[in-house]
């Protein structure tokens, strides 16, 4: 258990002198979805895995904003010691992973996004009640959606201002993916997502396209089959494969 700011987050790092790479999940997800990819990397690799506030095996806090979240990514890899990770996020985990890699040039090797950290968001009022009331409706489901992985332990108004705020940041993200000077990698599903229809994850992906014309950091790596949901489980193989991407990019310079 790592102290950070109010509460105490569940980290579990397998050590060993492999290159560090730091696992990031989704809104309210816990550590469990990321358990194919670590499979597939092996001991090649040192994976750091952790339990945002109140999500999984984590304390709960007073503030669950994205700040927040990122000051729990710089308390895990303190108290790990990990130097320059590879920083992997699914969802919500990719928004954070591109943040923390603009706001920390040089400290990652680089970033693998899965199926997230694209610019593009819903905001406005409209669009914040439409999300409120997608949780209110969504609140008697979340104590079963918990042991899943897939709810935190927040009320339903919590987890809403969690997506209210991600998707404000999503819209305003393109300049910071033009400001990334590591490499990222990104893993991207198809279909649709709770929440948004096939069409409008289209939109949503190919949001992506102007910022892969203007920054040459920043490839797709992989576009797979399934959808946002289902990504880490189904295609994990495309995700270890970005992973050794990025780090034969790094062995690349080195020699």
Same mark, same amino acid.
């Given at each position: 258990m790592v102290p950070v700011d109010d509460t105490a987050l569940a980290v579990t790092d397998t050590g060993g002198t492999g290159r560090p790479v730091i696992y990031l999940n989704g809104s309210y997800a816990d550590t469990k979805h990321w358990r194919s990819v670590?499979?597939? *990397?092996?001991?090649e690799f040192r994976h750091i895995t952790f339990d945002e506030r109140a999500r999984g095996k984590s304390e709960r806090s007073a503030d669950y904003s994205f700040e927040a979240c990122l000051r729990d990514i710089d308390a895990v890899l303190e108290a790990t010691g990990a130097q320059q990770p590879i920083v992997v996020g699914w969802s919500y985990?990719?928004?954070?992973?591109?943040h923390w890699a603009e706001r920390n040039p040089g400290r990652a090797m680089g970033v693998v996004s899965v199926d997230g950290a694209m610019p593009y968001g819903?905001?406005?009022?409209q669009a914040r009640?439409?999300?409120r009331k997608l949780f209110r409706r969504m609140r008697f489901l979340m104590p079963v959606a918990r042991p899943l992985g897939l709810a935190a332990r927040m009320t339903a108004d919590q987890h809403a201002d969690v997506n209210i705020e991600a998707n404000e940041l999503h819209a305003a993200l393109a300049p910071v993916l033009d400001r990334v000077s590591?490499?990222?990698?990104?893993? *991207?599903?198809?279909?649709?997502?709770?929440g948004g229809g096939e069409e409008e994850m289209a939109a949503v992906r190919a949001s992506l396209d102007p910022v892969l014309a203007s920054n040459s950091n920043i490839e797709v790596s992989a576009r797979v089959a399934s959808n946002h949901s289902h990504i880490l489980r189904k295609d994990f193989l495309a995700v270890a494969d970005a992973v050794r991407e990025v780090a034969a990019l790094d062995d690349h310079q080195a020699s």
């Open positions: 670590i499979a597939e *990397l092996g001991d985990g990719a928004l954070l992973a591109v819903i905001t406005g009022e009640e439409r999300i590591c490499p990222i990698r990104y893993v *991207l599903a198809t279909g649709a997502n709770l």
